[in-house]
């Protein structure tokens, strides 16, 4: 089999990558970290096209980032990757649901896990002695 009908994981850090030309090519691709390259803006927008297909993304470090803080850039990656599970090396989450809201605006945004994976990942938290995620969370937020 061809490698781009195969290749899952991809981590192409540090290499001075100037371009993602071909990307759309690797149709089982669901992992991409791309940090401290030479990416611009553009390059990574031919991944947003195809952001139903990816669960692990990191773009940290190329020159799109621009002057922004890694929050801010984190906050965007947020906006442009909607369905993407883990951002930039941390887990979707880790992200309030009211800061989703706040920044994805009036965009729909469709959710990183299933009903039955968060009914999973409550259990396993439940064991270590993490509260329960239906609480919600945003209380401590709403009070700032």
Excluded: H
Excluded at 3 to 17: F, G, M, P, Q
Excluded at 97 to 105: D, H, L, N, R
């Amino acid at each position: 089999e061809a490698v781009k009908d195969t290749l899952e994981r991809l981590y192409l850090s540090y290499n001075a990558i100037k371009s993602l030309s071909g990307i759309e090519n690797l149709v089982k691709l669901n992992c991409l970290f791309m940090m401290y390259n030479e990416l611009e803006m553009p390059e990574i927008n031919k991944v947003v096209k195809l952001d139903s297909q990816y669960k692990e993304l990191a773009f940290w470090g190329n020159p799109a980032c621009g002057k922004a803080t890694e929050m801010e850039w984190k906050d965007m990656m947020v906006t442009k990757f909607p369905t993407c599970r883990y951002l930039e090396g941390e887990s979707r989450i880790d992200i309030r649901p009211s800061e989703i809201k706040k920044i994805a605006g009036d965009r729909p945004i469709e959710p990183a896990f299933t009903k039955e994976e968060l009914v999973e990942l409550d259990q396993v938290l439940t064991i270590y002695g993490i509260p329960s995620l239906e609480g919600g969370g945003d209380a401590e937020e709403d009070e700032e």
